[in-house]
């Protein structure tokens, strides 16, 4: 079956530091992958995607390359943020409607 | 637009009672999404319906969940008798196309806690 793994948080970062959060995935077709954002007492909104291999989704200064050969999206930031502290989910979907989400990891930044 | 509509925010329950969560979907959209969020098992699908139509509920972890979708503008999710380990995050969403994935809209969720 389909399955996401994110690297386990919490991150603490300070201000404009370089943000990384690692994400693998096994799926037995060809998904699309995305990355999904939490803030704080708000629901889940979608914050890049990528639906083939060496696509790069980008967004708000954050990116994320589908890597196939590596089953790999990891999502970057160059320099983060206060208000980019929040839950991010990495995910998959090989269908019209079924994501499979990953654990989820908690970043804060501080000022 | 408003966006996906939950309610209730917070929902505290005793152990036996009946619970029932709402949501509005974004107006023109055909399908709507139930996830519950937990710690230990992070985010899972419980149904999805599309047109009004339930298409998957594999997700519904046993017989005192359910779910309706009247008309394309209102839901429910009912749990009866709701039990301690129901305490979780319920998120609806909605959605444009038939599928999902990029054009997921979440509501903000209902926190329920069952004691």
């Known amino acids: 079956g389909n399955s996401v793994t994110q690297m386990e948080g919490p991150v603490t970062l300070s201000e404009e530091a370089f943000l990384t959060i690692n994400c693998t995935y096994t799926?037995?077709?060809?998904?699309?992958l995305f990355w999904y954002v939490q803030y704080p007492g708000e629901g889940l909104q979608l914050l890049l995607k990528a639906t083939k291999a060496d696509d790069k989704g980008s967004n708000k200064g954050f990116e994320a390359t589908y890597r196939k050969e590596t089953t790999s999206f990891h999502l970057e930031k160059g320099s983060v943020q206060v208000s980019d502290s929040a839950v991010y989910f990495c995910a998959l979907s090989d269908n019209d409607y079924k994501l499979s989400f990953g654990a989820g990891t908690t970043v804060t930044v501080r000022a | 637009d408003a966006g996906v509509i939950q309610s209730p925010r917070h929902e505290v329950t005793e152990m036996g009672q009946e619970v029932t969560l709402r949501c509005k979907p974004i107006?023109?959209?055909?399908?709507l999404f139930w996830y519950r969020q937990t710690m230990m098992r992070g985010l899972e699908l419980l149904i999805y319906f599309n047109n009004n139509v339930p298409i998957d509920d594999s997700g519904m972890p046993e017989d005192r969940f359910s779910a309706k979708m009247p008309n394309a503008s209102f839901s429910t999710l009912k749990i009866q008798p709701s039990e301690p380990r129901d305490s979780a995050v319920y998120f609806c969403?909605?959605?444009?196309?038939?599928?999902?994935?990029?054009?997921?809209?979440f509501g903000s969720g209902t926190q329920l806690s069952v004691l």
């Open positions: 969403a909605s959605s444009l196309t038939r599928g999902g994935g990029e054009k997921l809209f």
């Open positions: 107006s023109g959209h055909n399908s």
């Open positions: 799926a037995t077709g060809y998904p699309s």
